[in-house]
């Protein structure tokens, strides 16, 4: 079975310096892996994913995100945040088959300080 | 990408009582899926509803509360059933095309 964990439940940082937040998975199989970003009273809107390729990947609003296979770790950054990135942040894995459903994180809530 | 369109967005109902969520996909999809966000929590999946089949339940969750209709390709519903506050919760739909997974806005539901 598949789980996600984020190890940050809350994350503070001042407006324009730089974050990371974390995520780790478990599969025995290959994966896909997707960062979503959910702001106050508002539904998932995916920020970037992994399905292949460049272990690099970049996302919406100046994200990005590195798959290292062998730490099994998604993290996700951002190198100057902003105080509308202020949000909760859910990392998401899925089998490596599609159309199968995802298996979430417990979320990062991430605070920008002024 | 598919555009989901689930409603109501919001209700306030009363314990014991059944709310049925609609969700409305622009394109055909084979699978749809339910999942519950309690408050302050992840989201956790209800049910994958097939077309013309049966709803596959995961555990902890039931046909009895949450029975799920998925009459064509591109409709699924969910309803939640004898209402208690405990069900107060978000409750989103999703489908997955290109291997990504896209939702609705979701149902915010208050039992009181």
């Known amino acids: 079975a598949q789980s996600v964990t984020q190890l940050d439940s809350q994350v503070p940082v001042f407006e324009e310096a730089p974050v990371e937040l974390r995520c780790n998975y478990s599969?025995?199989?290959?994966?896909?892996l997707f960062w979503y970003v959910q702001y106050p009273n508002q539904g998932l809107q995916l920020l970037l994913k992994?399905?292949?390729?460049?272990?690099l990947v970049k996302g919406i609003n100046g994200f990005e995100a590195e798959f290292n296979k062998s730490q099994t770790s998604f993290h996700l950054r951002k190198p100057s945040v902003h105080i509308s990135d202020t949000a909760e942040y859910f990392c998401?894995?899925?089998?490596?088959?599609?159309?199968?459903?995802?298996?979430f994180g417990k979320g990062t809530r991430l605070s920008v300080i002024a | 990408s598919a555009v989901i369109s689930q409603k109501p967005s919001r209700d306030i109902c009363q314990r014991g009582t059944s709310l049925t969520i609609q969700c409305q996909v622009d394109?055909?999809?084979?699978?749809m899926f339910w999942y519950r966000q309690q408050p302050g929590q992840s989201l956790t999946l209800i049910a994958t509803?097939?077309?013309?089949?049966?709803?596959?339940?995961e555990s902890g969750f039931v046909i009895d509360k949450f029975p799920i209709s998925r009459p064509n390709l591109t409709f699924s519903t969910l309803t939640v059933s004898n209402m208690s506050p405990e069900d107060s919760s978000i409750y989103l739909c999703?489908?997955?095309?290109?291997?990504?997974?896209?939702f609705g806005q979701g149902t915010r539901l208050t039992v009181v």
């Open positions: 394109s055909q999809v084979t699978m």
């Open positions: 992994y399905l292949s390729g460049s272990t």
């Open positions: 509803a097939n077309q013309g089949s049966e709803a596959t339940y």
């Open positions: 599969s025995s199989v290959s994966v896909y």
């Open positions: 998401a894995v899925s089998e490596g088959s599609g159309n199968t459903p995802l298996v």
């Open positions: 999703s489908v997955v095309q290109g291997a990504t997974a896209f």
